[in-house]
């Protein structure tokens, strides 16, 4: 079945996530859905890659949440009959003392200018293995963390036996995120020297091989987002994969450090965008960490309208995204309002649909979707009711909210909770709502459909963000604090608009109070006032943001300076 990919090299993807589509729940968040754009973008410049990631049969969750916004998670199986097709390879490997069989099923991604590129999803769900051991490829993030090593065995260990069963010839391996490090590992084992040919006391292990084969891109500067295993836990699960000496010196004295493992074991290493590369940098010191700023992909993030306005206009910038540098010149005001007004019909009609609020499509509209987590503070808008009020008296607006906090994390729940007291608290001044289970498709409404795309995270912790890069390529400006991409994308009034400085560190009081001043004198006044400055604005955003930001650059960084060395 795969025939039609295996009979040339490829670039294989690991990925503990992708976001292929919405239907399949092969995602969090974020890291996904960069995967997922990732072999879109491969796709559409017929770049040969594989992908790797789990089956996650019962999804990450489903977002309930009652009146109050307390979230409660539920399993969200989805239709893989519907989807993909079963493979008839399978590999095994020991975990935990138990031989554990590894199938996969496959998912041709199909790209809307013809390319293609094959997904293998593995799934221990097999008669054959222990009922505890079918159950380890069910849910992404789920269980505890020896569940999670079983599932960063399966995807780094079974991942690279299962290409190799299937008649896969890999040119390279790219480990998104540190979840997949064990690929390496694993090719240290098919790389080793045997013991007849070591001299005494040499390790048999050639690292330097395995280095040239591997990419490695970190995507968090948050410590607990790398993954640590205690070694004890290590060998009970995996036993000796390779010698323990060895393992230590690659991952860590004290426990398995995921990221460390992957840093050594890679020669190309980067992070996503130039400030967290910086970070990254200092936080591992001795490692040259490369910067590729994230990008998007074109096509998936644009709406209908604008879709047809750039194919009408911009010819070829689906292929071409830098085309869109011409848009403050090529589209006409007319057009851009109304393809915006289109897309922001729809929203308000999603909205209607799932919360029973009736917006307003002539008062701007904020967006802030996100995961619902501390550092990227959601309730920095809401910090002070009666100045928000206050403002919107004088200039109307509406707020639409939506994201999901990780089933563990208790502060991120509270945070939803809170963000629904104030919406109530706000009735009636300014129209609120959130909006449950964030996903690609509710995500692709929101980017499009809102006026202003609003990110408040704690500097330095957004690594990236790509949802504001989304929402550039819908004519959507940003309004945001100077983190991640936005250090790079932000052009004051021309492309959005700056929250404060620059400057590290938590300066919640002063941050509010900038994003307060920002939307009162600045914002909301050129929205109501000014709307061929507005416009300019919006026209800006794809010229200088979308043309740049997207994940076809990414992809041909990747390809000509970490695939091709
Ligand atoms: C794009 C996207 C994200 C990531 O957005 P950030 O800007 O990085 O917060 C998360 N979830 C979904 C569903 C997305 O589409």
Redesign the pocket.
């Known amino acids: 079945m795969l025939d039609d990919f295996t009979h040339e090299p490829r670039i294989a993807y690991f990925s503990m996530e992708i976001a292929l589509r919405s239907e399949m729940h092969t995602y969090s968040?974020?890291l996904g859905?960069l995967a997922g754009d990732t072999l879109r973008s491969a796709a559409d410049l017929e770049l040969p890659m594989v992908a790797v990631t789990l089956i996650s049969r019962e999804g990450y969750f489903r977002q309930r949440l009652d009146d109050q916004g307390r979230q409660a998670e539920e399993p969200d199986p989805w239709a893989l009959q519907d989807w993909v097709q079963p493979l008839d390879a399978k590999v095994a490997l020991t975990i935990g003392g138990r031989r554990v069989w590894v199938t996969g099923w496959q998912y041709i991604l199909q790209g809307h200018m013809g390319g293609r590129q094959p997904v293998i999803l593995l799934d221990t769900d097999l008669e054959e293995n222990a009922p505890e051991d079918r159950s380890i490829t069910h849910r992404l993030y789920g269980g505890d963390i020896a569940y999670r090593f079983k599932q960063e065995m399966v995807l780094g260990i079974g991942g690279v036996r299962l290409l190799q069963a299937l008649g896969f010839e890999i040119l390279h391996y790219h480990m998104n995120e540190g979840h997949s490090a064990l690929l390496a590992v694993e090719l240290l084992r098919r790389y080793a020297y045997p013991a007849e040919d070591l001299r005494p006391g040499e390790s048999p292990y050639d690292v330097p091989r395995v280095r040239d084969v591997c990419s490695f891109t970190t995507h968090t500067p948050v410590e607990a987002g790398h993954d640590r295993f205690a070694y004890d836990l290590v060998q009970q699960i995996a036993g000796t994969l390779i010698d323990l000496g060895a393992l230590k010196r690659l991952a860590g004295d004290d426990v398995l450090n995921m990221t460390r493992l992957a840093l050594n074991l890679s020669e190309y290493v980067n992070g996503v965008a130039k400030r967290h590369a910086e970070v990254s940098q200092k936080m591992f010191p001795g490692y040259r960490v490369h910067a590729v700023t994230n990008g998007v992909h074109p096509f998936t993030w644009t709406s209908e309208p604008f879709r047809k306005l750039y194919d009408a206009h911009l010819s070829g910038w689906c292929h071409e995204p830098e085309l869109l540098i011409r848009a403050d010149c090529c589209l006409s005001d007319d057009a851009v309002w109304g393809a915006h007004c289109q897309a922001k019909q729809t929203l308000i009609e999603r909205v209607r649909t799932l919360t029973g609020v009736a917006l307003n499509v002539e008062q701007p509209m904020l967006g802030f979707a996100?995961?619902m987590t501390a550092y990227k503070r959601p309730d920095l808008l809401f910090s002070d009711l009666e100045r928000l009020r206050a403002i919107a008296r004088e200039q109307p607006f509406q707020i639409v909210l939506a994201g999901k906090a990780h089933p563990h994390d208790d502060g991120g729940k509270a945070l939803i909770e809170r963000l629904h007291t104030h919406a109530r608290a706000l009735a009636g001044v300014v129209p609120t709502v959130f909006l449950p289970g964030?996903?690609?498709g509710l995500?692709q409404c929101l980017v499009a459909g809102v006026d202003v795309w609003l990110?408040t995270p704690l500097r330095p912790l957004e690594a990236?963000?790509?949802?504001?890069m989304?929402a550039a390529f819908n004519g959507v400006p940003n309004l945001s604090v100077l983190d991640g991409w936005w250090i790079e994308g932000c052009i004051e009034g021309v492309t959005g608009w700056a929250v404060g400085d620059s400057q590290m560190g938590d300066s919640g009081g002063a941050d509010a109070d900038a994003l307060y001043r920002k939307l009162a004198e600045v914002v909301l006044p050129l929205y109501h006032r000014n709307r061929p400055g507005w416009i300019a604005v919006m026209k800006g955003a794809i010229a200088k943001n979308a043309a740049f930001f997207n994940s076809h650059r990414m992809m041909r960084r990747y390809a000509t300076e970490a695939y091709i060395r």
Do not use: H, I, L, P
Request: zero cysteines; hydrophobic letters at 20%.
């Open positions: 968040g974020g859905v996100r995961r964030y996903d690609m995500a990110n990236s963000g790509t949802s504001g989304k």
